[in-house]
């Protein structure tokens, strides 16, 4: 006795549905949740991962070792935490250690107050979902001296589980409506996943508006009209996304494109989101970082009390690199004040951000000031990292650019290069013929020869029919030499194998 | 010149919005958050932080100081960290305390190994998204002794960033399908509402099914037929959770009720959730945690090879009490291999869970073993929370049964009384005329009376007609019993005063 799928009947249950099938399976679960795609830890890093434990078994390898440079992983890279904010969070877990000499007493204070935050002085209370009361203030406090006296209002900082979350949850608040209706999303191509993918989750429309590579990646506002008079007709783009410095591209917007991007948000009523957690990491000669808010504010009230503006910050990023904290904090600039009740209530549900994140932002926001004891070690040590990854920018871009077949624009600032690469005809077929991105067969193969792990630019989107990889400049300078020659030879080897 | 909305032309748009208004308003944000409803830190609580206030600006009140007895937050309510867990952490954040020699040993080797498991031996590099391996493998083997044995695979389980978040992630798994084929989910009333809000955001059906508070907070399988029977008719119900020690209910499963329950899921192909949370917070004679693990694979295979299950610990609960770290793992069984790969590229993009929450959880599944320097001292730290909250459980239900119109069931285990109150008929109809819960008016009225900040039922669900508030047992024992008192004595004023 078989039924019409062929399986014999006692396996079925009376609809005819295989009674030993799982509840959950890929063809049952959330579709949206199949569309996500997050190409930074993606099947190449899982590859990476494979070889790692390979080579640690002892299998032969054209390679010594593993290099990863595919994602923004600072203290993996070898870089050293701040002594300070280390020194602080351990008296803040441990307060025992307030009675030991050897600590700073800067440090001490600071633990101090950051206990006195927290129910029952301990890190281990949950704190106010929109984050410490405390904390909240001196990241105020920083944003008005960052951007020259704009004020703040301590209600409009919600500290986060790192800037990936407070743009999920914005982006969570702006979607609504059906088919034509539906929220659409402005973001940058090419972008960093978290934007896509957050995006598809959500079942959001992902608006594409192309960054100007042979211009340094920069944003032109006619590109942008492109991009929202196209989205226009098939869905309601109410959000534009920004990244700066740029992720994956590294290019340091100037002031005048960011006022022109605040004017086109205005002029076309868009959500604008400015994701700037790279905002210390600024190396070209020329280049500095202005905050949406503080241009937002010089531009006066006819924008700075209109424009609605959500911004980022993250411990993970900067001089600092904490990224396993998961701090970070986002400001909401001219939210409605119901909208802003919603998102309290939705950020409650989820109880707090991670406590010792939120006391690292707080070190961040305040670190030590001149005349305290710890001051000259942390300028030093800041200063240390930030002109270390200057140099390591500028010697990226350098030897890319010796290599035939490798354009790379400067990086201007944040940890990434995202080379343009050309890939020769046949190697573009045969990945096609495999079901592969050209650029991901490319890098796959520089995995396999190399050990380097980098992230295909098809995962961040780039041009039609170009190609690029993303690297990181983060690996100390001996290894990160080694790691560009590598790739030169590579290419040089790739180039010639399939020419 | 005005427009039909009768305002100025010039502040219309062609299509005659006003140019002035948000692009984000209550009435264009997303309307599933919107549904978001999460009672534990709701209106109330934000009443109680405004009290808190007022009190600390010298405003007169009927009390001295506001007592959270809203949410289970130990460490704010005077509770004590585990030493020999804040020693690893500051070890681990401060590497240089290695050299200290008032360090006991086996919280330096602890911490040696959580390093040499992270990146760059650093807490603030990223871990795997599932999260560090050495710690999954610790969590394996702790699941493997807590139940007798029965086998853990690592690759089962994901550290999450407090149990909140694994639940919501796999709730998102489960999501599909619309009208009547919209994924049900079945929830005990009284539930913890984390279950309602995160159903509500994701657009899923609330299934509900009742506890039988005549016998002590049990759970009828008749009933979960009834519930699941009902919800068939206009949706799919997918999944069962259950919560175990019950939040807010305080109860303790029989072994013989999670079997039933298992045979339930089976039988009607059911995902099931167990959120065990409280397993270490069991009070009463005769009651014990069986984890739905454990009964599961001693039904045998019939059962253990096909039954679908996410169980779920935290960091939060128990004796350690950690809730600000967000620490947490799920268990998954019998998943099936491509949603296990969803389920990986899905956490992925939010990176990691923190790392120093997952170190923390490392310590919980691995704590000092005898023989060790920190032995004694974790014993007696331990053994001390826990037989405090077993008398406070006992305290609380003794004196609320004391008081005329209130009935509490025993505190069986996890942190909190659901008394059952009796509102006098002129109350009710007081609230309902404001367009209040009755229970939400009473507890309002004990706030503003006494300082106490308890949940009104309404916010967890109870059966029609029926009024509870939920407490913690949690403040210290001094605290308690005037908290006890101020509610009898406010339970028999309120009963006069609407009589």
Not at 89 to 100: G, I, Q, R, S, V
Not at 156 to 166: C, F, K, R
Not at 195 to 209: I, T
Request: aromatic share 8%; with cysteine; charged share 25%.
């Amino acid at each position: 006795s078989e039924t019409r799928r062929g399986l014999p009947r006692e396996e079925m249950t009376e609809n005819g549905v295989p009674s030993k099938a799982k509840v959950l399976t890929v063809d049952t679960m959330n579709p949206t949740v199949k569309k996500v795609e997050y190409a930074v830890r993606g099947p190449i890093v899982q590859r990476a991962v494979e070889l790692e434990r390979e080579l640690s078994q002892g299998v032969k390898k054209p390679f010594a070792e593993v290099i990863k440079a595919n994602i923004g992983d600072a203290h993996a890279m070898g870089q050293q935490p701040i002594t300070f904010f280390r020194q602080v969070l351990a008296l803040c877990l441990y307060p025992e250690l307030l009675k030991d000499r050897t600590f700073p007493e800067d440090a001490k204070s600071r633990a101090r107050r950051i206990l006195q935050s927290c129910g029952g002085n301990s890190l281990g209370s949950y704190s106010a979902s929109q984050g410490i009361e405390s904390v909240r203030q001196d990241v105020a406090r920083y944003i008005e001296r960052r951007d020259g006296g704009v004020p703040c209002d301590p209600d409009n900082i919600y500290l986060t589980t790192g800037a990936s979350d407070g743009i999920v949850t914005m982006l969570k608040l702006l979607v609504c409506g059906e088919g034509a209706t539906r929220t659409g999303v402005m973001i940058s191509i090419p972008q960093y996943p978290l934007y896509s993918a957050a995006l598809a989750e959500l079942g959001a429309v992902q608006v594409n508006y192309y960054l100007n590579e042979e211009k340094c990646w920069s944003l032109d506002i006619s590109e942008l009209q492109r991009a929202l008079d196209e989205a226009r007709k098939h869905c309601n783009p109410r959000a534009l996304c920004i990244i700066n410095p740029g992720n994956p591209t590294g290019q340091v917007q100037s002031r005048q494109c960011i006022e022109d991007v605040i004017r086109f948000a205005a002029k076309e009523r868009l959500f604008l989101m400015a994701d700037e957690v790279y905002q210390d990491n600024v190396y070209a000669d020329g280049c500095q970082f202005h905050s949406f808010k503080k241009v937002l504010f010089e531009m006066g009230p006819e924008y700075s009390n209109t424009v609605e503006l959500a911004s980022f910050h993250s411990t993970s990023k900067c001089y600092m690199g904490e990224c396993g904290f998961r701090g970070g904090y986002m400001e909401v600039i001219n939210m409605d004040t119901e909208v802003k009740a919603q998102l309290t209530k939705l950020v409650s549900v989820r109880l707090c951000p991670p406590v010792p994140g939120q006391a690292l932002m707080d070190l961040v926001v305040n670190p030590p000031q001149p005349g305290e004891p710890s001051y000259e070690k942390f300028i030093k040590e800041r200063t240390a990292t930030l002109s270390d990854l200057a140099e390591k920018a500028k010697l990226t871009e350098e030897v890319l650019n010796t290599v035939e077949g490798i354009t790379c624009n400067p990086v201007q600032g944040a940890m990434y290069s995202f080379p343009c690469i050309s890939i020769p005809e046949k190697a573009v077929k045969e990945a096609t013929d495999a079901g592969q991105q050209p650029d991901m067969f490319y890098c796959m193969k520089l995995l396999e020869e190399t050990g380097i792990c980098l992230v295909p630019g098809s995962g961040f989107g780039q041009k039609e029919g170009t190609y690029h990889f993303r690297m990181t400049i983060l690996p100390p300078t001996d290894k990160l030499k080694i790691l560009l020659d590598k790739v030169k030879e590579f290419h040089w080897k790739f180039t010639q194998k399939y020419s």
